[in-house]
């Protein structure tokens, strides 16, 4: 009977699996072919991106998938189910969830070292018209191979960063050497492994402060304030057109006696001419976006928006509420910079961390909260990125536009989602450190009968409390997210201070949002430095 169940749960499981793999397949097909430039498309860097953000979004659903395995375990009353009742099950099914996390994480350096820039210099070398196939391809490889170096480098420092200490400080060199290999065959190279992608995530750590931190107040604030009125927006856009045909004639009428303009004169001309074809291009977007349906109905959504903008908001503050109370509560109670500000359990009382707790006697709404707030933090960091563009310090590179974005630029942003997803369990962690440790896991404390007895007894009656730091160590099961994140203390560090970086950084984009004014209906679509040409993708 136990085994049909098992049977009947192990086919739904795999059923929803397939299901949430499929949505996430259209998702990212819609959301790539949204963006996508029709001029300049290919297949070979389409499939790139659909896959690398499938990849990055698979990858982000795996930590609700760790904490309901190790909160499926238990009863609510604190015991443990049949068939997690031997230490060895418990330990297959976490180990499952490692080699999953380590599947995903191989995938995604194979991603970002290899796949991403071949796919990436194939198609700038394609921009060469002499060049033949062969080229291309032997072009791609040769400046790839720099990123395979360091690759390369990143697992050898991993695998020979000694995780314990020496058994003997006074060891020579030939028995120091001889620790560190059997380190390394004793984990069979995942330390390695590890090492490469927590230096990833150092990584997405940069994105996040940038785009995450900046998503989150532009993407709630965008949808409360609207965009301008299209009609206005085309009075406005006659009017410079005047102002400019006009001065256009000015200069032109000093050049009627046949005397030829100064050079001042002929560059003012240039530019106001320039300045023009920019704005006959704004009229003809405005004019589509006028009659278009999309307008029509999202000036019916308007109050769904407001709605919707004011729930984000919400959102992102408890986050940042939740984000600063973790930190401070590392600050006061964790042993320090050399241990990584670990703190075991929660000495400070969290919002996020309560509530998913609250939530958890509900099923499921506890792991539909923390699916959601994972999908949330992907989603506004690719709000971020569509509205900063991509920039490399104070240069940017490319920019994420609809219909119009490069080939080039959606291979970046993939990239840039894969490590901001490395992140992310972080942050989650930061956010509900307790949850994300132990879900909803719950032991027995000794009933007055059990502690009679000497800790004898087989009474099962006793009060049932969530896990913390305080419980008996075969009571609770860690999940493989929490061990894989602080392998490595040092990152841990920097993590830290990282997500006082994050906290600042969304303060300050919170001021600037709400000092901008409405977007244009057209934001982003035309701009000075575009070509004529890219209008042939608008339709007119």
């Known amino acids: 009977m136990a085994d049909a169940s098992m049977l009947t749960e192990s086919v739904l499981g795999w059923s929803i699996f397939a299901f949430v793999l499929l949505v996430i397949l259209a998702f990212c097909w819609v959301y ?107 072009n791609a490889l040769k400046y790839t ?35 560190l290999f059997e380190e390394l065959g004793s984990s069979h190279g995942l330390a390695a492994l590890s090492f490469s992608v927590s230096t990833l995530t150092l990584v997405g750590m940069l994105a996040v402060i940038t785009y995450t931190a900046y998503g989150m107040s532009v993407l709630p604030l ?69 009659k278009s349906c999309c307008t029509k109905v999202g000036g019916a959504l308007r109050p ?19 984000l ?3 930190n401070l509560d590392k600050a006061l109670h964790s042993a320090g910079v050399n241990s990584g500000f670990i703190v075991f359990g929660t000495n400070l009382t969290n919002p996020l961390n309560e509530l998913l707790l609250a939530l958890q006697p509900i099923f499921p709404l506890d792991y539909i909260l923390i699916t959601v707030i994972t999908m949330y933090f992907v989603l506004t960091s690719m709000a971020g990125i569509r509205n900063m563009g991509i920039w490399f310090f104070w240069i940017r590179l490319y920019k994420i536009r609809s219909r119009r974005t490069r080939p080039q630029a959606l291979l970046f942003l993939c990239m840039i989602l894969l490590l901001i997803v490395l992140h992310t369990s972080y942050m989650i962690y930061s956010l509900a450190p307790q949850y994300v440790m132990y879900g909803s896991q719950k032991y027995l404390l000794p009933s007055k009968a059990a502690l009679a007895s000497g800790g004898q007894s087989n009474d099962t009656t006793g009060n049932a409390r969530f896990c913390d730091a305080d419980a008996p160590e ?21 993590y830290y201070f990282g997500n006082w970086a994050f906290i600042g950084v969304f303060l300050i984009g919170l001021v600037v949002s709400c000092c901008k004014g409405k977007k244009s209906v057209i934001e982003g679509e035309v701009e000075a430095d575009d070509s004529d040409m890219s209008d042939e993708e608008y339709p007119h």
């Open 32 to 138: 790539i072919r949204k963006y996508q430039s029709r001029q300049e498309s290919e297949v070979i860097s389409t499939i790139t991106a659909i896959c690398a953000l499938a990849i990055a979004l698979i990858t982000s659903a795996l930590l609700p998938v760790d904490i309901f395995l190790v909160s499926y375990m238990k009863y609510p009353n604190g015991t443990y189910k049949e068939w997690a009742a031997s230490n060895e099950t418990r330990a297959q099914t976490e180990d499952t969830v490692l080699y999953g996390y380590y599947t995903l994480y191989s995938i995604i350096l194979f991603c970002v070292f290899l796949w991403i820039p071949f796919v990436y210099f194939y198609y700038e070398e394609r921009d060469d018209d002499n060049v033949n196939k062969c080229s291309q391809v032997k």
């Open 145 to 179: 191979v720099g990123f395979l170096i360091v690759c390369a480098a990143l697992l050898l420092i991993g695998a020979f960063v000694p995780l314990e200490a020496l058994p003997n400080q006074n060891s020579t060199q030939w028995e120091k050497v001889q620790h």
């Open 222 to 290: 965008n949808l409360i304030k609207g965009t301008r009125s299209v009609k206005y927006e085309r009075l406005e856009n006659c009017e410079d057109m005047e102002e400019v045909e006009h001065q256009i004639e000015k200069l032109k009428s000093k050049c009627e006696d046949g005397r030829p303009l100064s050079s001042y004169d002929r560059r003012a001309l240039q530019d106001l001419e320039a300045r023009l074809r920019v704005l006959h291009r704004r009229e003809r977007h405005l004019e589509v976006a006028e």
């Open 304 to 322: 769904l928006k407001i709605v919707l903008g004011i729930f984000f908001i919400l959102v992102a503050l408890l986050f940042t509420v939740a």
């Open 324 to 326: 600063f109370i973790s």
């Open 474 to 494: 075969d009571q609770c099961t860690v999940t493989r997210s929490y061990l894989f994140l602080h392998k490595f203390w040092f990152f841990s560090t920097i």
